[in-house]
C-alpha cells in the first residue's frame, strides 16, 4: 500500500493546505492520504487553537474526501511527536510500500535540524509543496502549489477568504483574541 502523509498545526486549515491536500489526491500514486495534524509541533512553543478543535477542522475539511483519513495519532500523544514517530506508526499499522512525506517549501532549511532525518530519508520519500520563491532541489518530487498563505497571517488579519469555507466562520470567531500556550520540550525535533 502507497501512503502519503500530510502533518501540520493546521492552525487554521487554510487554502493552502487544501490545495496541497487536492494535489496529494491528484499527482501522487498513494493509495491513501493521512492527514495528521500536531498536537504541537516541535518547533514551535505555543499554539492558538486546541489540538482536539484543531483536529475536528481537519476532519470537516477532508474527512469526507475519497483515499483520506485523518488522523489522531499526535493529538492523542499530548506532546510534541517528531515526524520519525509518525512515520514509524504508520509503517506499523499499514502494510507500507511506499510512504510519501508531504512537506511545505518552507521547511526545506531546516530539514537537518529534525529527529533522525538520515533514517527518515530511509522511510519515506519527500514530496515538496512549492511555497513562494523557495527552490526546491530536484532530488525531491514536487507538487506545484502556489498558495501563498500562512497560518498566522490568517490568524492576524481573521481573513475568512484564505480559510477553508466549512469552517471559516468557526475559526474566526475562535481567533477572535484567544491565545493557548504550551511548552515546547527543547530536545524535540520534528
Known amino acids: 500500500m ?3 502523509l500530510f502533518g501540520g498545526s493546521f492552525d487554521p486549515p487554510h487554502l493552502g493546505h487544501d490545495a496541497v491536500v487536492k494535489a496529494a489526491l491528484e499527482q501522487l500514486d498513494a493509495d491513501k492520504l493521512i492527514i495528521m495534524p500536531t498536537f504541537i509541533s516541535p518547533f514551535k512553543s505555543e499554539f492558538s487553537a ?7 477542522w481537519a476532519n470537516e475539511a477532508w474527512g469526507a474526501l475519497p483515499k483520506v483519513c485523518v488522523s489522531d495519532y499526535e493529538i492523542a500523544q ?3 511527536v517528531p515526524t520519525i514517530e509518525s512515520v514509524r506508526h504508520m509503517r506499523q499499522i499499514y502494510a507500507v510500500s511506499e510512504l510519501y512525506l ?13 529527529h533522525e532525518i538520515e533514517e527518515l530519508f530511509k522511510l519515506a520519500t519527500f514530496v515538496v509543496a512549492s511555497r513562494g520563491n523557495v527552490a526546491v532541489p530536484e532530488n525531491f518530487k514536487i507538487l506545484n502549489i502556489n498558495a ?3 497560518s498566522s497571517q490568517i490568524r492576524q488579519n481573521l481573513d475568512k477568504s ?3 469555507p466549512c469552517i471559516a466562520d468557526e475559526a474566526a470567531k475562535f481567533y477572535q483574541g484567544k ?9 524535540s525535533k520534528s
Do not use: F, Q, Y
Open 78 to 80: 499530548n506532546r510534541p
Open 102 to 114: 508531504i512537506i511545505g517549501a518552507d521547511h526545506l532549511a531546516s530539514l537537518d535540524k529534525w
Open 179 to 187: 491565545t493557548c500556550k504550551k511548552e515546547s520540550n527543547e530536545s
Open 162 to 164: 484564505l480559510m477553508i
Open 148 to 150: 501563498p498563505v500562512s
Open 50 to 56: 486546541p489540538p482536539l478543535l484543531r483536529l475536528k
Open 2 to 4: 502507497k501512503i502519503a
